[in-house]
């Protein structure tokens, strides 16, 4: 019997509007054969233990690294960025540095012991799921494919990863680079295609990490259930940046805008929603509008300026009906809040909103593009109500004394929490963090639990006494269970 060809998708230039790239939807028969290869190959991989998958995964990195062209290239033309791709490409070697040397101490069997119990000692088997899925967004492309597969293949799983069919170029390349070291290959592989084969990848795997939004992370987290695997998610936010009296409000402004804007505000942990001390209002609101209108596209020459295309045409249509619904309610538009066309690319300048409140979706729901809703409160309490009346709990931050911006920190629902600074998340992946209410579920993905959660424990109970016999289960035999 003969494979039906994968059906094609077309994939949209986010620079200039164009469908100039088709991939292939692999479907439920491809995956299954490369789940079977996978599978084989993982078991050896598995016994080659933490210090050899290590030293592969880190010449594999060094070796991308070194010659990222390529990707780098691909991964330009996926999201209309230069200086993010390449930071996303950068990231790998921290990420791959620090996982590597929690493998090696992590994943590491501690010695047999004696159990609690007398006569019974016990050792620790860890076993690695045999087969990981990987699902990821379209705003990092290669970080967020990343992100889970460097520790799923550390400790010792087989991994396929499914980017999204909006950003897919970089994955030949990619491909490419890891054909490069055949043991590697053997036990990571990226396919093309949409969330038919998100699904499909579901029912072949024994695990998934999966970034994107609630909805559809509601579905994978039914369809795990489905096929009683766990499910990792990290799912979107609606992070809040508190602004409190005693900070320096043109620090603090530059650093909203920045935490707001980065990659176009298209980052789960962007700032979406902003509170200051009405104290300082006035003078914040001054310097935020300021910084905005500083800020230019990165367009017409891609390597300027600082602000990119909405890489995904939708978001455009969310951005804007947003913007309405806050217009229609009384909000007031200080800056940007146009889409423009530039060379087929949707762009928004930096966007900054006052008159808002929490009836507007603008302070509800994930906008995912460069706007800032600003509104004040009159004493730190009320700034904690503002910003814990959300269904997310991502990621939030706080500005002024550090004391009292911990104090305040400390009260936030949200698995991360910037002190004068904003989206500290995107630049350290090693301290623990949970995803918070609708914002994901499951254990960290950084630090050692990132490691650990691929990992089953199995309890090896040796009996070094006298194991009971039948006399054990008769009725009259002492309460000592002998
Ligand atoms: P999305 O949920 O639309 O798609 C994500 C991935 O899921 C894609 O690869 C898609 O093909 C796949 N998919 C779609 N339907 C599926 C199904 N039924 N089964 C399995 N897979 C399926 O998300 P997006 O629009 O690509 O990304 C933006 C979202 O990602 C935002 O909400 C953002 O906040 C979130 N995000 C979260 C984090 C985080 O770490 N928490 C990081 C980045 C992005």
Redesign the pocket.
Known sequence: MTVPAPRELPVCNPRTGEPDCRIPVIGPAGIAALAVRLRANQMAWAAAGPAHRAEVVKAWSARLLAQPGPVLDALSVDTGRHLLALQEMNALRGMVAGNAALATTALVEPPERPSMTPGIHAQSQLVPYGLIGV??????PFL?SMLDTIPALLAGCAVIV?????TPRFIAPLMASLAEFPELAGVCSFITG??ST??AL?RAVDGICF???V??GR??AA?CAEQFIPAFL????KDPAIVLASADPDRAAATVLRASVQATGQ??QSIERVYVDARIRDEFLARLIAHAEAVSLNWPDSRRGQVGPLIFSRQAEIIAAQLADAVTKGARIETGGVIERHGGGYWLRPTVVTSVNHTMTLMSE?T?GPVLPVMSFRDPGEAVQLANDSVYG?SAAVFGDEAQALAVARQLVAGAVSINDGALTTEVFDVDKN?FRL??LGASRMGASGLLRFVRKKALLIQRGRAKDMHALEENASTDGG
């Open positions: 699902i990821s967004p379209w705003n990092f967020l499914k980017p999204s069919e909006v949409d969330g998100g699904a579901i970034t994107g939004s909805a559809t579905k994978v369809a990290e799912l979107g936010g980052a789960c994930e995912f991502l995803a914002s994901g």
